[in-house]
């Protein structure tokens, strides 16, 4: 079965430097999703890409969250400079895409991110 | 107002119990509806979609109503492994679908 990659599994840095996280989604799913969550509540989206292009970024804090998707294939997350805040799950997800009709999206295995 | 609320928990039930999950949420909007399971420290996995007819998996139950704007699950002859949080899901299907999570509700089944 297809699963969503992510890397690292587990990251610990310490505050004020940067980190970054990579996503490779299923393949041909055109929709790809970076997700935050911290301990004891659910997933907030930070950002959504249809293809290459960002269709949902409000939530992205922008002065020092950047995410890209080149190709419109694999993802890169980065924080420069991390903030102790930042420690959480950082969980990646594709689906097929709306236009395709679907909305299920399956998740990664997620990137355990520690700022000390 | 979160957009999706949901009872924090934790459900502590036996074995074999049976044990409902509520979840409301504030967009008259939302369009689709999931409940997905995640287990300690592990992603989120769709267990099942939610339909206004309601739908069945097993010892799953989830049902949707429009007009209160809630969904449910129905979970029946609990088992040990059924012990995880679920996570009460909505989207606004358009341009772009956009999925909102509640808390979650943690599970713990016991012997």
């Known amino acids: 079965e297809a699963e969503v990659a992510q890397s690292p599994r587990y990251k610990i840095t310490e505050k004020s430097q940067a980190v970054a996280f990579w996503c490779d989604p299923i393949s041909g799913h055109a929709t790809l999703y970076w997700y935050r969550q911290i301990l004891g509540q659910g997933p907030e989206l930070l950002v959504q890409f249809q293809d290459e292009s960002v269709v949902d970024d409000s939530q992205l804090p922008k002065d020092r969250f950047s995410a890209e998707r080149l190709k419109g294939v694999d993802s890169t997350l980065k924080i420069q400079p991390a903030e102790l805040g930042d420690s959480a799950m950082y969980l990646c997800?594709?689906?097929?895409?709306?236009?395709?009709?679907?909305?299920?999206?399956?998740f990664g295995p997620g990137t355990r991110l520690t700022v000390l | 107002r979160k957009e999706v609320e949901q009872d924090p928990g934790p459900f502590n039930v036996p074995e074999g119990a049976t044990v409902a999950f509520n979840c409301t949420y504030s967009?008259?909007?939302?369009?689709?509806f999931f409940w997905y399971r995640q287990d300690c420290r592990k992603e989120p996995k769709l267990l099942m979609s939610?339909?206004?007819s309601g739908n069945e998996d097993g010892r799953f139950t989830a049902q949707l109503n429009r007009a209160s704007q809630y969904i449910s699950l129905l979970i029946r002859d609990s088992k040990l492994s059924d012990s995880a949080t679920y996570l009460c899901?909505?989207?606004?299907?358009?341009?772009?679908?956009?999925?909102?999570f509640g808390t979650g509700t943690r599970l713990q089944v016991t012997l």
């Open positions: 997800a594709s689906s097929p895409g709306v236009s395709r009709g679907a909305d299920t999206q399956y």
């Open positions: 899901v909505v989207t606004r299907t358009g341009t772009a679908s956009k999925l909102t």
């Open positions: 967009n008259s909007a939302s369009q689709s």
């Open positions: 939610v339909y206004s």
